[in-house]
């Protein structure tokens, strides 16, 4: 017999992992989000909506929450008729990007009230959430993993076990801080570019298919070059905020990382200039108009 699953967290990402995780025949309890659009059609594909957590965690055996960061995970949590206010067992998968120090303390606090709190933080992006193709970074023990890992095959196409509890979120950091930094070194080298007059459809020519190129880089340029808004759906402000999670970790592991702070600082000056919102590619305009230049032009006539 599966899990009773409830889910909480019904934005870009979690209103696909929910639908696949219903479509699959998982028992499927949600959770209103900002937004009650994803939340309606599962409930019409069979899910039930809990009016609180609490209800959500009475009507489950495993919760996965699928939302911003620590302190939405802790307000799900602890707040008024959170999850812990069911005072039952439960098993928590946290596919949030969370902050690892705080992940493995949760974990501590939860395992004393006879409760599993394990990370499955997630790479790619709403349309493999969709299809059910993420990428899966999962800390945890072996016997979690193994309780977890078909669940997270409903929406998962790789699983990759990184470690013990707050390994997951680590391993996530540091891929959004590979990304993040590919998102900053390309705004500022477009910015140099179209300082001295090349276009980004001359970088394009140079760059797609040479070994700089990337699906990162592709996904980046959908919108540098055709405007799509929608071709990296995750905002400046979140950014931010996995980057701001990376310096406590650096810190408090006293590494050096001069380059994670160029990086966060980048996106904190786009977030301070009110640009949180906008999606990550949108940067380069930020950049390009903090130097004075455009980056939409007109492409230049061919030879």
């Known amino acids: ?126 349309k493999e959430a969709a299809e059910g193709a993420l990428d899966v970074m999962l800390g945890g023990s072996a016997e979690t993993v193994a309780r977890a890992r078909p669940i997270l095959e409903a929406f998962a196409a790789r699983i990759i076990h990184t470690g013990p509890t707050g390994s997951g979120h680590t391993m996530k950091l540091l891929n959004n801080f590979l990304s993040m930094g590919y998102a900053t070194i390309y705004s500022e080298a477009l910015a140099l570019g179209a300082k001295a007059g090349l276009t980004p459809q001359v970088f394009d020519s140079v760059i797609r298919g040479s070994r700089m190129d990337c699906g990162f880089y592709q996904a980046f340029f959908e919108f540098v070059l055709n405007r799509n808004e929608n071709a990296q759906r995750f905002a400046i402000v979140n950014a931010l905020k996995d980057m701001s999670y990376l310096a406590s970790f650096a810190q408090s592991a006293s590494i050096a990382n001069p380059i994670g702070a160029a990086v966060r600082n980048c996106f904190a000056t786009a977030v301070a200039t009110g640009h949180g919102e906008e999606f990550v590619p949108a940067l380069s305009d930020v950049v390009a108009g903090l130097n004075g230049v455009s980056l939409t032009g007109p492409a230049p006539s061919a030879d």
Not at 112 to 126: C, H, K, V, Y
């Open 1 to 126: 017999m599966k899990d009773r699953i409830g889910f909480i967290g019904l934005g870009n990402m979690g209103s696909g992992m929910a639908a696949n995780l219903l479509a699959k025949g998982w028992p499927l309890t949600v959770f209103a989000h900002r937004s009650r659009e994803a939340l309606e059609r599962l409930v019409k594909g069979g899910a039930t909506e809990a009016a609180t957590p609490r209800d959500l965690a009475l009507a489950s055996d495993v919760v996965i929450l699928c939302v911003t960061g620590s302190p939405q995970v802790e307000q799900v949590l602890k707040g008024a008729d959170g999850l812990l206010a069911a005072a039952k067992a439960l098993f928590i998968i946290d596919c949030s990007t969370s902050n690892p120090a705080i992940t493995a303390q949760l974990a501590t606090e939860l395992a004393a009230q006879g409760s599993i709190l394990i990370d499955a933080p997630l790479a790619r992006t709403p």
